[in-house]
Nanobody, 118 residues
Framework: QVQLVESGGGSVQTGGSLRLSCVVS????????MGWFRQAPGKEREAVGCISWTGDSDVYEDSVKGRFAVSRDNTINTVYLQMNSLKPEDTAMYYC???????????WGQGTRVTVSS
């Protein structure tokens, strides 16, 4: 059974940084994609970024390009979301997900909350 466990969320002030981690366990196939999503209160979930097994990554949201980056360390089955220059509008629950493609995720973590205060 595949399990994803996020960590690293918290409260920071505007301009601060956080690094979210997501540890993956139980994946039988090493060639899986990982994604990061977020959902702010009262808003729909949005895709933040995705990374392939080989490390090819992309950040989707224009609002976070240049500030957020996705990376992974396959030796410890962990994917990261580095978030810099955080803004209040980045406040959300952040989720990692795993699947066979960036367009297809079938396993989700429980989420980690990020709060950015002005």
């Amino acid at each position: 059974q595949v399990q994803l466990v996020e960590s690293g969320g918290g409260s920071v002030q505007t301009g601060g940084s956080l690094r979210l981690s997501c540890v993956v366990s139980g994946y039988a196939d090493d060639n899986y994609f990982m994604g990061w999503f977020r959902q702010a209160p009262g808003k729909e979930r949005e895709a933040v970024g995705c990374i392939s097994w080989t490390g090819d990554s992309d950040v989707y949201e224009d609002s976070v390009k240049g500030r957020f980056a996705v990376s992974r360390d396959n030796t410890i089955n962990t994917v990261y979301l580095q978030m810099n220059s955080l803004k209040p509008e980045d406040t959300a629950m952040y989720y990692c997900a795993a699947g066979g493609a960036c367009e297809s995720f079938d396993t989700w973590g429980q989420g980690t909350r990020v709060t950015v205060s002005s």
